[in-house]
């Protein structure tokens, strides 16, 4: 018998949260799987998987999303554009995860590949005068499940 592949925004959580690189960047507690939170004072991640593929069910591609959220620079302070911030933290997400060999996660291991961004947007949906600065980058896991 087979188990389910493990939860692939989990396995790039553990590993972005392993990597003080980007932790430097984005600290341990903003990187979640589930919603942004409201207020929102610095940055922030969210990972979400999109999609998955494969023919072998024991052999999966999960996609991974990868949002970085930055609010505006009156609440963020310092000098870095938001916008750019919002890139910056997508764009190291992309090449660690792309980078990624061979990386254990709850009796699997996986691989990455960078699929593409960042790509850019402003979130409005708090109202204009509370723009969220937004970049997306997408990863492929390359994930075998665990046999018992």
Do not use: H
């Amino acid at each position: 018998m087979t188990t389910s592949i493990p939860f692939a925004p989990g396995a790039v959580r553990q590993f972005l949260l392993s990597r003080p690189e980007f932790t430097d960047l984005v600290p341990g507690t903003s990187i979640s799987t589930r919603n942004v939170p409201d207020p929102i004072s610095g940055p922030y991640v969210t990972l979400a998987a999109p999609g998955n593929v494969g023919v072998d069910p024991m052999l999966r591609k999960p996609l991974v999303q990868i949002n970085a959220w930055a609010p505006k620079i009156e609440i963020l302070g310092g000098t870095t554009d938001p916008e750019e911030l919002a890139w910056d933290i997508a764009a190291m997400a992309g090449q660690l995860v792309g980078r990624a060999r061979a990386i254990e996660f709850r009796g699997s291991a996986w691989s990455g590949r960078w699929v593409d961004g960042p790509i850019t947007m402003v979130d409005t949906q708090r109202g204009i005068d509370f723009p969220l600065f937004r970049a997306v980058a997408r990863v492929e896991l390359k994930m075998r499940a665990p046999r018992q």
